[in-house]
């Protein structure tokens, strides 16, 4: 069995994501990098974790004719940052937004000129917007800071690259 496309996408994400330690140069650890899993249970919320959220759309704009015709998608990760304070001295330092959205940049675009192919799988790929949140109770704070990536995929075949 083939892997799809997207999936095979997902995995150069969280593999340069994962990357992000003291060791590799980053500022700080990040704890985990976990995706929901297939029945939608979110994981639990643990400082410096990376929660890899994806939804995926048609991108008709890039389909390309041919045997078989080459369909497009945008796949968004929502990556949410949970960068909540440790909650003592003896726990991983409070690291702000701006800081955890800086080095997940540069683990994701690792000073690569073609770091928006994720790999050679994506026709393009682009930071949205970080949008702050934090639960009424207070117990998680980060941002959710989408990464849309463009691919083309056979139309017959979604593991087949176009």
């Not at 008709?60 to 080459?70: K, L, Q, T, V, Y």
Request: hydrophobic share 35%; proline share 5%.
């Amino acid at each position: 069995m083939s892997t799809p496309i997207s999936e095979r996408i997902a995995a150069v994400v969280v593999s340069r994501l994962e990357g992000i330690t003291e060791s590799n140069g980053y500022s700080f650890d990040v704890s985990e990098v976990v995706r929901p899993d297939r029945h939608g249970e979110q994981p639990r919320y643990k400082h410096l974790s990376i929660i890899v959220d994806q939804s995926k759309a048609r991108n008709d704009a890039i389909d390309i004719p041919g045997n078989p015709p080459g369909v497009g998608f945008d796949i968004t990760f929502n990556l949410h940052l949970i960068c909540r304070d440790g909650g003592s001295e003896t726990q991983a330092r409070a690291i702000n937004d701006e800081e955890m959205q800086a080095e997940v940049v540069r683990a994701v675009t690792l000073g690569l000129s073609d770091w928006y192919t994720m790999g050679g799988y994506a026709v393009n790929s682009e930071f949205g917007s970080p949008e702050l949140f934090t639960q009424t109770d207070g117990e998680v704070a980060g941002s959710k800071y989408p990464l849309i990536v463009t691919y083309r995929v056979s139309e017959y075949d979604h593991t087949v690259q176009r």
